[in-house]
């Protein structure tokens, strides 16, 4: 039994296809800009100690800890982690969007 195309579908044009592709990077590239939802501080807090978390434990979960990568994977790890404990995740309103103030001429 041979399958038929259905006759009611059709095939993307060229520009709804990079339409549909592009739309999921406009999403993470507005979330990523400074009023986006990925700057509240929960967000990016826990976005920072889950990264740290994956790169320290991705080569003993993924079989190769016995490479020579791995021991770039972990210090990375916790190169993030240690970064991430320093930082001062608490809003502050001149990161956000406070005119800046003009130089004075000497």
């Keep these: 039994m041979k399958l038929q195309a259905d ?5 993307l044009t060229r520009d709804e296809a990079v339409e549909l592709l592009l739309r999921p990077l ?21 976005g920072d100690y889950l990264a740290a978390a994956l790169l320290v434990t991705a080569p003993f979960a993924l079989g190769y800890a016995h490479a020579g990568l791995a021991v ?19 809003y502050s309103p001149k990161r956000a969007g406070a005119p800046a103030r003009e130089a004075q001429p000497a």
């Design 7 to 11: 006759p009611n579908k059709r095939r």
């Design 26 to 46: 406009a999403g993470v590239f507005s979330s990523l800009s400074e009023g986006g939802w990925i700057h509240s501080v929960p967000v990016h807090s826990a």
């Design 72 to 90: 770039f994977y972990i210090a990375a790890g916790v190169a993030v982690l240690a970064v991430s404990l320093v930082t001062n995740y608490q």
